[in-house]
């Protein structure tokens, strides 16, 4: 990885906004960019503030912007009183927005539904009712587990009309994982399908929600709703668990929003850190909402005219912000995907791309360079075999970009004229927190460039400092902003902890190392400074899934590093000690190795399953018994030690890890 972010440091290819793209752009050019910048510099609160009158509608205006009597527990537009659902559907009734089609949704097997945002507001207005009809209402908190679909975006939107705070589970997270998130969360109610559909293949969903209840501890859900999407036989319980359309049956597509404090919580996400539990990150109505809505006009420079499709799974952040809240909120027409970027062949994003005419286009690193190695392969599956001549803009997202992939996605899908925007940002920062935008910034690949205006970023060390520019350090953002996480939920103290440590005066801790060009000020994330993994743009925490791996009865210790991959950015290895002898032949440890994946796919999900196993007799460990992951990491990635292995206990193990059986 030091020699990948070197070359990051050197690279000199600079890509200014092409003309025809900042004549039109919101933000055109750096005069301009700059003057937002400043006007957020002299007066922060007030910048943020302007935005959200002008951006948001209110049904009560707020009287103070930011309240930091309590702080970092910030609150933002704190007295005023607004809706998200109202924001993103009833603002455009009425307007030539009405008839617009909000969503284009094409299945796994390439059917295509479309709605328009007077019809989309009528289903979630149905479903909301019915809702109601059960007893839901503000404060309750409702699980979310389903594929990408038009429901999906009903169901989180229905939610925050009624004040109901949604946590959305991932549909590829196990059991197990949504049994902890549903007693986490408290929930009382959970929305689920009977299967989802991926690649072809069905993926039972309700079962998982049977087995999480068989675990225990979700006594607090009354209500199970289940969207029918392949009508698969599932066992509903009488009387708890219904129908979709038996709910939404009969019910008006009139439902007044419930006005809710700015600051009321919109949702809950859990996301992985450094410890063993996922935290369930707890967003609020207001400033979330303005900074997912400013990005869309800023970063994206959204038109009326435009087709927006964001890849993202709404079980994830980005699917949250740019697909079920940005862009309806924006006015936009975008694509909702249910499939997978591989099939029936890796020429589905060109063709979908084409079909839909899309205009913006926002992806994941490891999406693309999965895409370059199929079209390797298979020429017919290239972008350039496609008419993607609607691309204005391009995005990518949730982990460094290669500068080779930059300019792969660049010069064959861009076509050499669309920018690409980078964007950096996290769970916890509900939006863009440094990014380019399109008709201002000069792009440099494998570079997020500069902050988004309003967002006070920089790189420090350990005691908050600023470092200077070409000298590494860590990512911290100095003020509060409006989209920022609020507290970590039900647990304030982990929130504090987590995100700011007091040897930072009060920045938040990204959690990400970064530097900044010595001429250019531009950013470049160096990667997570802890025990976080990014594969395929998911986050991953490496005792989560140590703690899984130990839960198995054949397992006496086990230490997960990561290791860089061509495609998935890192890789996780896991070393593992056995209860029972070692295996020594290739066959026994494959055999174990993959009793080991399977349980940790059960445990958490199948993309936390480890890409490689490796046995030892025990692991490299320092006198007081601290595990030396940093030598791990030095042996997953199959290079020779050269540190100081004076300080091991057991010096003779690196040799048994270093095998690959
Ligand atoms: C972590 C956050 C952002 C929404 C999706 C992921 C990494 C994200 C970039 C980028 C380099 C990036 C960071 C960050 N990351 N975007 N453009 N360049 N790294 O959200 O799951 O909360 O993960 O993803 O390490 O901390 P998330």
Redesign the pocket.
Known sequence: MAGAIESLLVEDRIFPPPQDFARQAAVSGMDQYHALCAQAAEDHVGFWARHAREQLQWHKPFTRALDDSNAPFYKWFDDGELNASANCLDRHLGTPTENKTAIIFESDGGEVTSVTYRELHDRVCRFANGLKSLGYGKGDRAIIYLPMSIEGVVAMQACARLGIIHSVVFGGFSAKSLQERIHDVGASLVITADEQVRGGKSIPLKPAVDEAFAMGGCDTVRKVIVYQRTGAAVSMVEGREITWSQLVDGQSSECPPEYVSAEHPLFVLY??GSTGKPKG?QHSTGGYLLHALLSMRWTFDLKPTDVFWCT?DIG???GH?YVAYGPLAAGATQVVFEGVPSYPDSSRFWRMIARHKVSIFYT??TAIRALIKACESDRATHPTQFDLSSLRLLG??????NPEAWMWYHTNVGGGRCPIV????????GA?V??PLPGATPLVPGS?TLPFPGVDVAVVDETGGEMPNGQGGI?VIRKPWPAMIRTIWNDPNRFKQSYFPPELHGFYL???GAVRNKQTGYFT?T??IDD?L?VS???MGTMEIESALVANKLVAEAAVVGRPDDVTGEAIVAFVVLKGVRPTDAAAAAKVAKELRDWVGKEIGPIAKPKEVRFGDNLPKTRSGKIMRRLLRVIARGEDITQDVSTLENPAILEQLKQVL
Do not use: M
């Not at 990518?396 to 970009?401: A, F, Y």
């Open positions: 996301t992985s990150v993202a994830w952040v980005t912000s994941a690193p990518s997202v949730g982990e460094p970009i980078d964007t950096f940002w996290q769970t916890e920062t863009h440094v990014t997020c990512l990204a959690g990400d994330i990667g997570r976080v990014n743009g998911h986050r």
